[in-house]
């Protein structure tokens, strides 16, 4: 990889980055909502490669260990991200945070 080449997709991953930060932001901030974002995975490329964990940690009074024990619930493992879902997953997860 030239040295051009590298700074490229170095200033690509920053970019990326920032872009899965903002949307985060946005979840804790509580101006989009989960199944917002998970309707927003087919389209946009930025949520379908962000994992599943860091969006439902983000979620207002969602810790750590709650957002194991829902992955763990509705059977998505902790490393998938938002792409690799299936409709039962996005259904089963949404419908154990809606308690």
Request: hydrophobic residues 45%.
């Amino acid at each position: 990889m030239t040295p051009e080449q590298q700074a490229q997709a170095l200033a690509k991953a920053q970019q990326a980055r920032a872009a899965r930060s903002a949307l985060t932001k946005e979840l804790k901030e509580g101006s989009l909502t989960l199944p917002q974002v998970l309707a927003k995975a087919d389209s946009d490329d930025v949520v379908r490669k962000t994992k599943v964990l860091a969006l439902v940690k983000a979620l207002p009074g969602i810790g750590a260990v709650r957002a194991a024990r829902a992955l763990e619930a509705a059977g998505i493992p902790e490393n998938r991200r938002v792409g690799g879902l299936g409709e039962r997953q996005r259904a089963s997860l949404l419908a154990e945070l809606a308690d």
